[in-house]
């Protein structure tokens, strides 16, 4: 709860592949509220009352992806609502003079995007999602220490660097510095 509002803030890349990881951590422990809690809010060195917090923080996401039946597979509506409003964004930002940093970042991007829309077989809706798929399926490879062909780390590479600037870009619009 503390590190994704936080992430949440300062980032909304690494906030959606953290909660990713969030659902993948609650789907290991069976949507287990006692054992997520006897595993892993236990260790949190914080005061019992934000111990307390973080427990029901937990409860309402297990008790949210019971309803939107995410108990094996997919992500929360409020998760991919976000990876929507950055599509959304993705499209203005590409049509937008006074963002060709962007428009050259996703020029590189673009084969690999390509790649990753293919790979996906119509399982995801937009570009945007594609590239967070294909970044969380990095973060997988390299949390299991499998080996990652020069070829994927330099097409994700490219990847990464959009996403960057397009949570980047995101940040300034929703602190008002850029105008939709």
């Excluded at 592949?17 to 290991?28: F, G, H, K, S, V």
């Excluded at 973080?54 to 991919?80: A, V």
């Excluded at 990464?160 to 600037?165: D, F, G, Q, R």
Aim: hydrophobic share 40%; aromatic share 8%.
């Amino acid at each position: 709860m503390i590190i994704a509002q936080q992430k949440k803030k300062d980032n909304i890349a690494e906030y959606i592949l953290y909660m990713w990881q969030i659902e993948d951590l609650i789907r290991a422990y069976k949507l287990s509220l006692s054992e997520i809690d006897k595993n892993i809010i236990v260790r949190f060195e914080q005061p019992g009352s934000v111990k307390k917090q973080i427990l029901n923080w937990y409860g309402g996401l297990i008790d949210l992806m019971k309803e939107e039946q995410k108990e094996q597979s997919g992500h929360l509506q409020f998760i991919q609502n976000i990876i929507n409003d950055l599509y959304d964004v993705h499209l203005f930002l590409l049509k937008s003079p006074d963002h060709l940093d962007y428009i050259e970042a996703y020029n590189k991007a673009k084969s690999s995007i390509v790649e990753l829309m293919n790979k996906s077989k119509g399982s995801v809706e937009n570009e945007v999602e594609a590239c967070f798929n294909g970044l969380y399926g990095l973060l997988m490879l390299r949390l299991q220490k499998k080996t990652i062909s020069p070829e994927t780390v330099s097409a994700l590479s490219a990847v990464s660097h959009l996403i960057a600037l397009l949570s980047n870009k995101y940040k300034l619009i929703e602190e008002g510095k850029i105008e939709l």
